[in-house]
C-alpha cells in the first residue's frame, strides 16, 4: 500500500470560494492491481 498527496498542486477548485474549499477538501483512493501476480496468472502451468 502506498500513500501519496497532492494538496494545494493539484486543487479540483478554487480556493477563492466556499464551495471551491469544500470540493477540495477530499480523500480520493485509488486501488491499482499487483502487476506481478496478474502475469504470473497468464504464465502456462507446468505438470
Not at 480523500?27 to 506481478?36: K, S
Request: charged share 25%; net charge neutral; glycine share 6%.
Amino acid at each position: 500500500m502506498t500513500a501519496g498527496g497532492c494538496s494545494e498542486y493539484r486543487p479540483k477548485a478554487t480556493n477563492a470560494t466556499e464551495d471551491g474549499k469544500r470540493t477540495n477538501r477530499r480523500t480520493e483512493i485509488v486501488i491499482l492491481p499487483n502487476l506481478d501476480q496478474f502475469f504470473q496468472l497468464l504464465e502456462p502451468q507446468s505438470n
